[in-house]
């Protein structure tokens, strides 16, 4: 991954965390998250990104997706509310597969998420 790939999926990654605070703001103890779990999120999505910096083969990639799919299952699972919208939503999809996609994996139009994806 080139530090540019890797500035963009940062870029991402904070749009994300503003958009999870920004709602958290807005709706108040409703939306049914917190700060730690936005945080435990952004940490999941980092370490995957993180991970995939090195060399990857298809196999290696697409267990790294379902690794990371699977921990966002279980933060997502323990908010009240869920912790992903679908705005997030798209915004952790589009992470997870153009970090896949920068490592080696062509991924196209797909979603490598949607298998194990429950939010």
């Known amino acids: ?4 790939q890797t500035a963009e999926l ?14 958290m703001e807005e709706v108040g103890e409703e939306c049914g998250y917190t700060t730690e779990d936005i945080d435990a999120s952004t940490a999941v999505l980092a370490a995957y990104v993180a991970t995939l910096s090195g060399p990857a083969n ?3 990639i697409i267990a790294e997706v379902q690794k990371t799919v699977m921990k966002l299952n279980a933060i997502s699972e323990k908010c009240h509310a869920g ?4 705005d997030q939503r798209e915004m952790i ?7 896949a996609e920068y490592a080696g994996l062509p991924v196209g139009s797909d979603d490598l998420t949607e298998e194990w994806r429950e939010w």
């Open 1 to 4: 991954m080139t530090p540019e």
């Open 10 to 23: 940062n870029h991402l990654q904070s749009r994300l965390v503003h958009e999870m605070e920004t709602y």
């Open 58 to 60: 298809p196999e290696s």
């Open 83 to 86: 912790l992903i919208e679908t």
């Open 93 to 99: 999809c589009e992470i997870i597969n153009q970090a």
